[in-house]
């Protein structure tokens, strides 16, 4: 496994190389049959990635955001490469690049990259979760009233009837944040804040989280509960304590 993470780190890295590039200098923006935006800075990152880990593994999947899914096999790399394109065209800092490996079904290895914001973080199954090499932890909190909730993208939610259920939750909470991205999960591995609610998600944009909460010890699911695969679309992310209590209220509907 260290061979793989060296390698998902190293591609994270040529890919840094390639958004700092285009950051500095700017891009055309171009759009997607879904609407949103793509830059050259997507399509260069993910060549970067798929280059390094294609020589390393040549019988390895490859499933990314800019290029789609290529091979079969036990092993799936999942990459998106540039996790936050409004943002990077907005010029704002919070985006990331998100590399994750699967095996059968199961998330091993997740490496996050935010070259502009300035951290890496990484983990693999087993051996922990670290921030640029220093090893990471979620907080301690056990009860909603000092807790700290970050959400995402909630726009599905907020046409559920679980949307009445997250706003007693904010009430009850300590204090509600919208770090989104890369950084609210980063936030909660290293101790920041405690519950991550997201409604509308890919799982090329979770996956390498997921493992990286996990091992900094929080609980990482759906909003169903349901463990992250391939067709997740939504997060519930957060210190062991709190995880089954937001769940269970999230759900009494």
Not at 3 to 26: F, K, M, N, P, S
Request: glycine share 10%; proline share 3%.
């Amino acid at each position: 496994m260290q061979q793989a993470l060296d390698t998902a780190r190293e591609a994270a890295q040529a890919a840094a190389e390639v958004i700092r590039h285009y950051w500095r200098h700017g891009v055309r923006v171009e759009r997607k049959a879904d609407d949103t935006p793509v830059t050259v800075a997507d399509r260069e990152a993910e060549q970067a990635i798929r280059r390094i880990i294609g020589e390393r593994y040549p019988d390895h999947a490859f499933y990314g955001e800019e290029f789609g899914r290529q091979g079969e096999g036990d092993f799936l790399w999942l990459v998106d490469p540039l996790d936050g394109t409004k943002s990077f065209v907005r010029r704002t800092p919070f985006l990331s690049t998100q590399i994750a490996l699967m095996h059968r079904g199961q998330l091993v290895l997740g490496v996050s990259s935010a070259p502009i914001f300035g951290e890496t973080m990484w983990a693999t199954v087993g051996g922990g979760a670290f921030l640029d090499g220093e090893t990471v932890h979620v907080a301690g909190t056990d009860t909603l009233a000092q807790a700290s909730i970050s959400t995402g993208n909630v726009a599905t939610l907020t046409a559920d009837a679980r949307w009445d259920a997250l706003g007693q939750l904010i009430r009850d909470s300590n204090r509600i944040r919208g770090y989104g991205d890369f950084c609210h999960y980063h936030l909660l591995a290293r101790g920041g804040l405690d519950v991550v609610v997201e409604s509308d998600v890919n799982i090329l944009d979770i996956a390498a989280l997921a493992v990286i909460v996990r091992e900094a010890g929080g609980v990482f699911s759906d909003l169903d509960g349901n463990e992250p695969g391939l067709d997740t679309r939504s997060v519930l992310a957060a210190v062991p304590v709190l995880h089954e209590t937001v769940l269970r209220r999230l759900q009494r509907t």
